[in-house]
């Protein structure tokens, strides 16, 4: 079990099986010592864990969950391209979609629940940088998709 892994565990969080695409595309890509992830969804033994806008029939509460559970999502793509998550060096940056009614401009709170996931898991290294973009839907009816980009040794 790598450090990281062991990290989560503490958290009572174990790395997921990767969600397999909805579409044309693959989980990961790798140039480099870089690899981006596809957009990750909250999802959970196969299903979504909510649906709908943040603000409206989603909490911003609800919506931070979201976002954690997509980003774990996205670190299990990361291990399946890596196998060991002490390979990566660093988080460069996590995109946060957050599914927006018109009147809710809290985006970043709700990003928070990845970032803090990847900074408890990654330590140092997973300090990033960040987008939290406020759309008007996204696949399935999801509040939230996470993307990461990380550097692998």
């Known amino acids: ?35 981006f992830t596809a957009g990750q969804l909250p999802m959970q033994d196969g299903s ?9 029939t989603v909490s911003p509460e609800q919506a931070g969950q979201c976002a954690r559970i ?11 391209a890596v196998t060991d998550l002490d390979r990566v060096t660093r988080v460069v940056k996590a995109v946060v979609f957050v599914a927006s009614d018109p009147a809710f401009t809290a985006q970043p709170q709700v990003a928070n629940g990845a970032s803090e996931l990847l900074g408890e898991a990654f330590g140092d290294a997973g300090l990033h940088a960040r987008s939290a973009v ?3 839907v996204l696949p399935m009816d ?3 998709e996470v993307e990461l980009t990380v550097e692998v040794q």
């Open 70 to 80: 997509a980003a774990l999502n996205a670190v299990a793509a990361v291990k399946e």
């Open 142 to 144: 999801a509040p939230v």
């Open 48 to 56: 979504l864990i909510a649906t709908g806008k943040v603000g409206g």
């Open 1 to 35: 079990m790598s450090s990281v892994e062991a990290r989560l565990s503490d958290m009572g969080l174990t790395v997921p099986d990767v969600v397999a695409p909805v579409a044309a595309y693959v989980p990961t890509v790798q140039t480099g010592s870089l690899i």
């Open 134 to 136: 406020g759309v008007a």
